[in-house]
């Protein structure tokens, strides 16, 4: 089986031959159609979280698929052989850049009707994002307002597109280029941050998703009100997510410590910080897919390459010139 993967970290995606994925026990085997360049596909190349997350190395990158199942493991009741399917994977069950991958049958979601293959793996990580920190995290309500940093980005134009169907009114960041676009997608505030400090125009918030980082996170506390929520999927991490990643204590230290001036700030302030690394998620992603033939939510994507041209895709998304998703398709329309 092809597959690209990285011989060490910091290196680049090269073409390998790896041994053909075999179902186990509550697995299922997906032929992939397609899948999708995420940011923490770089940043895992890079090693970012090498010493949070360990995995072995030939390292197969890529989180997200649609395709078709083509074997089933023991105990398997939600899937046969021939479902169209689509998912995020996840901890040490990576490798989507790959011809063929064995996903927990959890993870998966019907692909929605509306879709092909190459619009659905386009969804996976960054809705599945956006639904758990403004349904599950935040629990956005008609009427609260809600700031998106980076609304031309992929987590970003699926949180702005959700915020909306959830009743929220919905300002957003984005360069000049994509003022259009934001509005397209139905924000009710664009702020070029070319031009415009957010922080100088809004306040009174009752939520942010911070998508950016850096001073980004620090100056997003001055547009939320009193209780308010910001959650960052950037960083830094906090004692919660150390917890959550059964971290050992060192690495809890180091979390707490690094989060600390940030999580000051906010109890300062009265606001709740978080900090949200997304988790696969079936059940979720087939509420997104019901979303999706509905009309609510629909995939942007900026630009679609062949499978051989993976190496590319990736170097594009870690352009962040992308907007949207960058998808990889096995396959071409003749």
């Given at each position: 089986m092809?597959?690209?993967?990285?011989?060490?970290?910091?290196?680049?995606?090269t073409?390998?031959?790896?041994?053909?994925?075999?179902a186990?026990?509550?697995?299922?085997?997906v032929?992939?159609?397609?899948?999708?360049?995420?940011?923490?596909?770089?940043?895992?190349?890079?090693?970012?979280?090498?010493?949070?997350?360990?995995?072995?190395?030939?390292?197969?990158?890529?989180?997200?698929?649609?395709?078709?199942?083509v074997?089933?493991?023991?105990?398997?009741?939600?899937?046969?052989?021939?479902?169209?399917?689509?998912?995020?994977?996840?901890?040490?069950?990576i490798?989507?850049?790959?011809?063929?991958?064995?996903?927990?049958?959890?993870?998966?979601?019907?692909?929605?009707?509306?879709?092909?293959?190459?619009?659905?793996?386009?969804?996976?990580?960054?809705?599945?994002?956006?639904?758990?920190?403004?349904?599950e995290?935040?629990?956005?309500?008609?009427?609260?307002?809600?700031?998106?940093?980076?609304?031309?980005?992929?987590?970003?134009?699926?949180?702005?597109?959700?915020?909306?169907?959830?009743?929220?009114?919905?300002?957003?960041?984005?360069?000049?280029?994509?003022?259009?676009?934001?509005?397209?997608?139905?924000?009710?505030e664009?702020?070029?941050?070319?031009q415009?400090?957010?922080?100088?125009?809004?306040?009174?918030?009752?939520?942010?998703?911070?998508?950016?980082?850096?001073d980004?996170?620090?100056?997003?506390?001055?547009?939320?009100?009193?209780?308010?929520?910001?959650?960052?999927?950037?960083?830094?991490?906090?004692p919660?997510?150390?917890?959550?990643?059964?971290?050992?204590w060192?690495?809890?230290?180091?979390?707490?410590?690094?989060?600390?001036?940030?999580?000051?700030?906010?109890?300062?302030?009265?606001?709740?910080?978080?900090?949200?690394?997304?988790?696969?998620?079936?059940?979720?992603?087939?509420?997104?897919?019901?979303?999706?033939?509905?009309?609510?939510?629909?995939?942007?994507?900026?630009?679609?390459?062949?499978?051989?041209?993976?190496?590319?895709?990736?170097?594009?998304?870690?352009s962040?010139?992308?907007?949207?998703?960058?998808?990889?398709?096995?396959?071409?329309?003749?």
């Amino acid at each position: 089986m092809k597959a690209y993967a990285l011989e060490r970290y910091g290196a680049p995606l090269t073409v390998h031959d790896l041994p053909e994925p075999i179902a186990g026990p509550g697995q299922v085997v997906v032929e992939i159609d397609a899948s999708s360049v995420n940011p923490l596909d770089e940043k895992l190349r890079t090693g970012a979280f090498k010493a949070i997350l360990h995995y072995d190395m030939p390292l197969v990158l890529g989180h997200d698929l649609a395709g078709i199942v083509v074997a089933v493991g023991e105990g398997v009741r939600r899937w046969q052989v021939g479902d169209r399917v689509f998912a995020c994977v996840g901890g040490d069950r990576i490798g989507t850049f790959a011809e063929r991958i064995a996903v927990a049958e959890a993870d998966l979601a019907p692909l929605p009707a509306n879709l092909d293959p190459s619009a659905a793996a386009a969804l996976p990580l960054v809705s599945l994002t956006a639904w758990q920190v403004l349904v599950e995290r935040a629990k956005v309500r008609a009427g609260q307002r809600v700031l998106i940093h980076a609304g031309s980005g992929g987590v970003g134009t699926m949180a702005i597109q959700l915020a909306k169907h959830l009743g929220a009114y919905v300002a957003t960041t984005v360069g000049t280029a994509n003022v259009a676009l934001a509005r397209d997608l139905g924000a009710d505030e664009v702020i070029d941050y070319r031009q415009e400090p957010f922080e100088e125009r809004l306040s009174g918030y009752d939520m942010v998703l911070d998508t950016r980082g850096g001073d980004v996170t620090t100056k997003s506390l001055g547009v939320l009100k009193p209780g308010g929520m910001l959650v960052s999927i950037v960083g830094p991490p906090d004692p919660a997510f150390a917890r959550t990643i059964g971290a050992n204590w060192m690495v809890r230290q180091v979390i707490r410590l690094g989060s600390f001036s940030i999580r000051r700030k906010a109890r300062a302030r009265g606001i709740e910080y978080g900090f949200l690394f997304m988790r696969p998620d079936g059940g979720h992603l087939a509420e997104i897919g019901k979303l999706v033939e509905a009309g609510a939510l629909r995939p942007i994507i900026d630009r679609e390459f062949v499978f051989e041209d993976t190496p590319a895709a990736l170097e594009r998304s870690a352009s962040g010139r992308a907007r949207g998703k960058v998808v990889i398709r096995r396959t071409v329309d003749a």
